[in-house]
């Protein structure tokens, strides 16, 4: 009797337990019942994607929209959105003739977000296309940015340049829905145009270099004869914060190297080497208004100085006199 009676408690117990676990579940998560993305961004999303008769084709099964729950439709790849502050995601499928079309537009937000995921999944080596702020074309794919949206088409078929054209045209019409963003965000032209490798800008939320200390930073990559330099654009939230940014980079290549001050660098200004990044310089800037950087230049060209000279010119240009 005794051990029935245990039974019979330790069965409460863990039932009181399931229903907590539950209830806390349900909390965190909100509402069960609420739209994984609200219906007025559904709306505008709903509003980007292609009208099927418009474009001759059907729709193959309804439009979906995603949020959190991104993962859903894209599992691990879904992270790297998130990192962008990823707002939601209108899916569409479509079947024109023998060929089937999807087409994905991502808010991220603001230009700055959207720009930085697609600068994650592009490279300089793609056939960059016309279209939106920038875009490329592959087999089967077209991906493009313009304003706060991320937009990715993908397409197969029997016929390779009906697919080619379909992929354009259906481009061509939800950049045509997006107001404006035709132009990339203005904090890439604080990298000097000379030596840019085209298509090498980035933007990175976190870890950029490898450390989380130096985020948000902006890349870029330059080429000088056969060799590749990097610059990155650590940007801080004020003077201090950028000293702290270059000391703290120092103390890092110090682990796995050598570092000695840089005096044409000013305040805690670097320049040393380490066995992982080779040869790196690093210095604080300020530019315009309240604007701080910390700025590292890995693999320095052999006439560094100019380098250094033309990114300064374009954090804080010099006055016209």
């Not at 087409?103 to 977000?113: K, Q």
């Not at 000088?224 to 103390?251: C, H, P, W, Y």
């Amino acid at each position: 009797m005794n051990n029935r009676y245990l039974l019979l408690v330790i069965a409460s117990l863990l039932i009181c337990m399931a229903g907590a676990w539950s209830a806390a579940q349900e909390e965190a998560s909100g509402d069960p019942q609420a739209p994984a993305v609200p219906e007025a961004l559904q709306k505008q999303l709903a509003a980007l994607l292609p009208d099927a008769q418009a474009m001759k084709a059907k729709l193959d099964g309804p439009m979906e929209y995603y949020g959190e729950n991104l993962y859903e439709l894209i599992n691990g790849a879904a992270g790297i959105f998130h990192d962008y502050d990823f707002a939601a995601l209108g899916h569409a499928n479509y079947v024109r003739g023998e060929s089937d079309i999807t087409v994905d537009i991502y808010d991220m937000g603001d230009p700055m977000n959207a720009f930085g995921v697609f600068s994650v999944e592009s490279s300089p080596d793609y056939n960059y296309i016309e279209i939106g702020a920038a875009g490329y074309m592959e087999e089967g794919i077209l991906n493009f940015l313009q304003d706060r949206y991320y937009v990715k088409l993908s397409a197969y078929g029997d016929d390779d340049e009906q697919v080619k054209a379909m992929l354009k045209e259906f481009a061509e019409d939800v950049s045509s829905r997006i107001e404006g963003g035709d132009a990339l965000p203005r904090n890439l032209r604080l990298f000097p145009k000379k030596n840019l490798i085209a298509h090498s800008q980035g933007y990175s939320k976190k870890a950029p270099l490898g450390y989380q200390f130096l985020a948000p930073a902006l890349t870029a990559d330059y080429s000088f004869g056969e060799e590749k330099t990097t610059v990155a654009l650590s940007i801080a939230q004020d003077k201090n914060d950028a000293l702290e940014r270059v000391k703290k980079m120092r103390e890092q290549v110090v682990k796995n190297g050598e570092a000695s001050d840089f005096e044409a660098g000013g305040s805690e200004a670097f320049r040393g080497k380490d066995k992982y990044r080779g040869e790196i310089i690093g210095f604080a800037l300020q530019g315009k208004g309240r604007s701080h950087y910390a700025v590292f230049i890995i693999n320095p060209p052999e006439k560094t100085q100019r380098l250094i000279q033309r990114i300064q010119n374009r954090i804080l240009p010099p006055k016209k006199n």
